[in-house]
């Protein structure tokens, strides 16, 4: 495969839609049917990326200042990789940039994902599994042990293709946190969403007196898990876990995504009688 590059010329001042134009018939001649258009008006297409019987989805959208001046902006997909291997590929994908300023870099950052994936053991890929048709079991069990406390799913939030949508228990310990983690992810619709971010406070008594135990986690979603826990702890809740999941829509939403998450949180809360007026 040839790697597409950026010659060092006096640019006309559309050239910017000119290279992006050849980049385009490039790739998609590259790729076939890996590569497909989500949106011709904002110039967004996803590329699958398939190694090690893995799948990734990764969406580009090209803004007008492409190559020449910005990056392009993107979002993975890989619902089955952790959040560590996530940020690990983000940060590698933001390396190529670096390494190529100027240049068109879609080519770049679909191999770099390539290269990724094979470095994942099909040994690993294995393990999941198993661990996968085990865990309804393993859910089984710990419900004899902890019972799943009530989940209220929140209303639909949706923006340029994106889908949000809120779900919230009453916790009081970190086994109902898991539980209840679990539970969700037996629904096949929200174990495939782009992100499951999560937030809770638990408040707990003791003869020393009152701590709260808190945490988040963003699914790759960068920065989300933060504002999530501030405003969990803004609205005052204790003993509730939020789990706000994401469906992409391949239309990069920029920071109204933070905006939604933050509605779906309140919204869900409220649903729930637990908003503090």
């Known amino acids: 495969m040839k790697i597409i590059k950026v010659e060092n010329i006096k640019k006309h001042p559309d050239s910017g839609i000119r290279e992006q134009d050849e980049e385009i018939e490039a790739l998609s001649s590259i ?14 297409f996803r590329i699958r990326v398939v190694e090690n019987q893995q799948e990734a989805l990764l969406y580009v959208t090209m803004p007008p200042e492409y190559p020449s001046k910005s990056p392009p902006k993107f979002e993975l997909s890989a619902p089955w990789m952790d959040r560590k ?5 983000h940060q590698a994908l933001n390396d190529v940039y670096l390494e190529c300023i100027g240049e068109t870099v879609i080519y770049q950052w679909v191999e770099k ?3 990724i994936l094979l470095t994942m053991k099909p040994e690993k890929k294995e393990i999941k599994q198993k661990q996968d048709r085990r865990s309804p079991d393993v859910v089984q069990n710990l419900s004899q042990n902890v019972p799943c406390p009530e989940i209220i799913h929140g209303e639909v939030i949706v923006d340029r293709k994106s889908i949000f949508q809120g779900h919230l228990a009453v916790v009081k310990s970190l086994e109902e946190v898991n539980v209840v983690l679990q539970k969700l992810k037996e629904n096949k619709k929200i174990m495939n969403a782009t992100h499951n971010m999560y937030a809770y406070r638990i408040e707990r008594k003791t ?17 989300a898990g933060g504002r999530m826990m501030k405003l969990i702890q803004i609205l005052d809740q204790k003993n509730t876990l939020v789990v706000i999941s994401r469906w992409y829509g391949g239309i990069q939403l920029g920071p109204d995504r933070f905006r939604h998450i ?16």
Do not use: F, P
């Open 207 to 223: 003869d020393k007196g009152t701590t709260i135990l808190q945490d988040c986690d963003e699914d790759g979603e960068a920065h």
């Open 262 to 277: 933050s509605n779906a949180m309140r919204q869900v809360i409220e649903q729930a009688g637990l908003l503090k007026k």
């Open 113 to 115: 994902v390539r290269e």
């Open 85 to 89: 291997e996530k940020v690990k590929l």
């Open 31 to 44: 790729y076939g049917d890996d590569w497909s258009t989500e949106s011709d008006v904002t110039r967004t």
